[in-house]
C-alpha cells in the first residue's frame, strides 16, 4: 500500500455554512459529521468517492475568523463545468477572484478562481468546453 | 462528472526540500515541476495516481519562511506504515508531535502526527498493524 493524500484539513468560523457552500453551491458531497474533544468539524468529498476529502472544521475558543497567514495557498477542484461552478460559487455569495479563461500553457482547459466564506482561495479547473 | 477535491497548494520555504520530503521520507511520488510568472512549485502525489495531490510553491519575494496564521490545520495521508513513515519522517528531520497510537473511536486504524520541514503539521493514518 503506498502513501496517498486523503485530506486536507481546514480552520473555518462556522462547519455548517462552509459544508452548505462546497456541497450546495460546488458539487461536494458531505461524508462525516466528526466531534473532537476541541473541534468540531465536516467532511466533505467528491460524490464519487475519487480525489482527497476536505475537513471543515473549528475549534473550540477559535472563534473570531480566520487568519490566513501565508502558508495555504490554494484548494483545486476539477470539475466538468467550470462555468456553472463559478456561477453557483459567486450566487453563493463566493467572492469573485478571476471568471473562467483558458488554462496558460494548456487551453483545451479552463479554470476559474474564487474564494470561499472564509477567504481560502478555490480554483476551479476542468475542460474549456464545460 | 463531478466535483472532485484534487489538490491542495502550500506555500513553502524551499519546494525542492519539500519535494525531497514528501518523497524520500513519506512515499509520494514527484508529479510535475511547474514555473509560473510569479512562482516555482513541485507536485506530488500517491505513487498509485489515487487520492490528491499537493502543491509545494514558493511565491518570489516571500523568503523567510511561512507564516501559519490559524487557517490550514492538518494534511492527513494514508498508508499501510504508519510506524515505518512515522520513523522516516522524524530521522529525515520532521518534528514529531505525537508517535502512533490508535485512533480514538476505532482502533483497528492507528496515527502519528510529525510536522514537515515548514511546520505544517501532517497525520498519518493507516492500519494499527502497520
Known sequence: MTTTVTMSALEVADPERSARFYTEALGLKRVQDVTGSDFEAVLVGSPGGRGAMLELARHHGREGGVEHGSGFWKLCLSTGDVAGLYGSATAAGAR???????????????????????????ELVGPASG
Not at 483558458?102 to 474564494?115: D, I, N, Q, T
Request: hydrophobic content about 35%; proline content about 22%.
Open 96 to 122: 469573485p477572484v478571476s471568471p473562467p479563461r483558458p488554462l496558460p500553457g494548456l487551453e483545451s482547459m479552463s479554470f476559474a478562481l474564487v474564494e470561499d466564506p472564509d477567504g481560502y482561495l478555490v
